[in-house]
């Protein structure tokens, strides 16, 4: 099966289904793909964790990836004026 298959037929399940298999490929990553170096500390892992149900829960907290970077620019803009101005 190739990746453009295997993204169809995961994107044709139902939302629920869609979810318990990103649960289940999110709990066997590392028995599917072993990265050296890829390895996360326990307390990494439980923020990963609690940020996921975090965002299952309540997923009108979250915030579209558009526009992120312009405005992570524009905040580092603001704090830059800030710093200068206080001189």
Do not use: C, N, Y
Not at 20 to 45: I, M, N, S
């Amino acid at each position: 099966m190739s990746l453009e298959q295997l993204e169809s037929s995961i994107l044709s399940l139902a939302l629920e289904e869609r979810k318990q298999f990103a649960r289940w490929f999110e709990e066997h990553r590392h028995d599917l793909v072993e990265d050296e170096g890829d390895e996360l500390t326990a307390e990494q892992q439980a923020e990963i964790l609690r940020r996921r149900e975090q965002a299952l829960a309540h997923p009108e907290l979250l915030e579209p990836w558009d526009g992120t970077i312009d405005r992570v620019r524009q905040r580092l803009h603001e704090l830059r004026r800030q710093k200068t101005a206080s001189r």
